[in-house]
């Protein structure tokens, strides 16, 4: 989500602190990237991830994806902000990660692609018992759980100075927004308005038909395939990088109207990132919670 304040998040977060249950208001690409990943998950992996949630999500994953949205602002999460995205030289269109992975401050690894590694190796030492106990697990899985929707969103792995093409203010159809915003909500808000009734479980059977016996079926086990964490954290932050300088900013400039040609041609890529996010994410459940745990034996 964008990197700026919500007017809702203080709101969110009394509500929260007040009824556990506001914490599922719908984020739709986190709902359905976290939908995804649960109904591809093994018998083991789905219970160990159960048995992390809170008893009130009554074991829905998805329920929790967009809580660390909603937190990043609060102090004592200060430190996550960062980690929801990547900052990349303007119209360079790469990723390096010891280059580019750090926040505005030159720490390293404070971005989503360390995020990601660093959730999944607490969850990996957790699981072999070696985990450290001032680590909590259930937020280890909700960061993993989030971060990997955001490193497959491509404006999230952006130019620098628009920062990820939220200085970019243009208009969506007849409303204001920005670019970055654009490929977070807008894109997925049209469809479902178009295609499916707003109905997003409409949306999401669409997104799993085409993975399972549709367009992309073919292209899942390259999707999932990984050996080194580090290397397909960093290969899945480079595809982001690529479709936002080719498909995101390509063409677009602030104070433009955007509408049917670009939601048109856009919205095949922000679907399929979000098929590519979930099924990535149950790739990494399956592996850590799973019987063998030999794929990531190189995660620290
Ligand atoms: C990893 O997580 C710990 C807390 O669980 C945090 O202190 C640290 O900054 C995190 N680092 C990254 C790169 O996410
Ligand atoms: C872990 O984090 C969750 C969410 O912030 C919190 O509700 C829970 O109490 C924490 N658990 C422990 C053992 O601190
Ligand atoms: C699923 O694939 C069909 C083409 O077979 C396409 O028209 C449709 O937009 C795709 N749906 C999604 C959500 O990607
Ligand atoms: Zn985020």
């Avoid at 203080?10 to 939908?35: I, N, Q, R, Y």
């Avoid at 999460?77 to 360079?92: A, C, E, Q």
């Avoid at 030492?125 to 990997?148: I, K, P, Q, V």
């Avoid at 670009?262 to 850590?288: C, D, T, W």
Wanted: contains cysteine; charged residues 20%; proline residues 3%.
């Amino acid at each position: 989500m964008g990197r700026f304040v919500w007017g809702s998040v203080v709101l969110g977060f009394v509500l929260f602190m007040a009824v556990p249950g506001a914490f599922a208001w719908s984020k739709e690409g986190h709902v359905m990237t976290c939908k995804i990943a649960q109904s591809l998950l093994e018998a083991e992996a789905n219970e160990a991830v159960k048995n992390l949630l809170p008893d009130y999500v009554k074991g829905d994953l998805s329920a929790l994806c967009v809580w660390p949205d909603q937190i990043r602002h609060w102090y004592k999460y200060r430190w996550t902000s960062p980690l929801h995205f990547i900052d990349t030289p303007d119209n360079d269109c790469s990723f390096d990660y010891s280059r580019d992975c750090h926040d505005s401050h030159d720490a390293q690894d404070m971005c989503v692609a360390g995020a990601v590694q660093n959730f999944t190796s607490q969850l990996l030492h957790y699981r072999e018992g070696t985990g450290d106990r001032r680590h909590n697990m259930t937020e280890a899985l909700l960061f993993l759980s989030h971060f990997m929707g955001d490193v497959h969103q491509p404006m999230h792995v952006g130019f620098t100075s628009d920062e990820g093409g939220n200085t970019i203010a243009l208009r969506w159809f007849r409303h204001k927004s920005n670019l970055h915003h654009v490929w977070d909500k807008e894109i997925i808000a049209q469809a479902l308005k178009d295609y499916y009734e707003k109905d997003l479980s409409l949306l999401l059977e669409d997104i799993q038909r085409n993975y399972t016996d549709g367009i992309w079926s073919d292209d899942v086990p390259s999707w999932s395939h990984c050996n080194d964490l580090s290397k397909c954290v960093n290969m899945w932050a480079k595809e982001s990088i690529q479709i936002a300088c080719k498909w995101g900013y390509e063409g677009v400039e602030s104070g433009m109207t955007l509408s049917d040609d670009y939601f048109e041609s856009r919205m095949p890529y922000v679907m399929k990132r979000i098929a590519q996010g979930g099924i990535r994410l149950a790739m990494i459940l399956n592996e850590v919670f799973g019987d063998s745990q030999e794929g990531f034996a190189a995660a620290t």
